[in-house]
């Protein structure tokens, strides 16, 4: 083989090699990423605040409606035994009460307040069309099911703000 075709062999199966790692280390990255969006005993109460509410911010990225799925994904068992399936969440989102999520501008997180195995976190979120609302997140910690030990949503709840 002459010397210029080998060349052009040993370039091309490093450009192989490069690109086949790229693809493990950014599957290896997405796959530690999709632990984020599952409810995970190392979540805290306000990660998965943080994780729902930024997640309804961005609903379609990366994909159409990811942010209610997201959403959904921490939804508790007994939440989603009233408010499930996906279908019937998803136009419970998409209703009056729960709109001004989507898509929203911003956030600010307050009066956490944690009972034992329970935590009320208060939302203030400024909607896309630039008004106010509050919410009432209640997170219970999982026992004797699939989520054992993982912080989940039991409720949210509109809640009264004053703008000043």
Known sequence: MPIHKKQ????????FF???????ISSKIMAGELKLVRPDPSLSPKDVVR???NALKNNDLPRKNNGVKITF??????NKRNTGPFKRFDTMIR???YLPMINHRGAT????????ARENIDVILIS????TFGYR???TRQNGNKYEGSWMTDAVTPIQVTVL
């Open 8 to 15: 052009q062999l040993i370039l091309k199966m490093k450009i």
């Open 18 to 24: 490069i690109i086949f790692i790229c693809i493990y």
């Open 51 to 53: 994780i729902v509410v």
């Open 73 to 78: 994904s921490f939804a508790s068992p007994a």
């Open 95 to 97: 209703g009056q009460t």
């Open 109 to 116: 997180y307050e009066n956490y307040n944690v009972t034992g």
């Open 128 to 131: 896309s069309t630039g008004k």
């Open 137 to 139: 997140f209640r997170l």
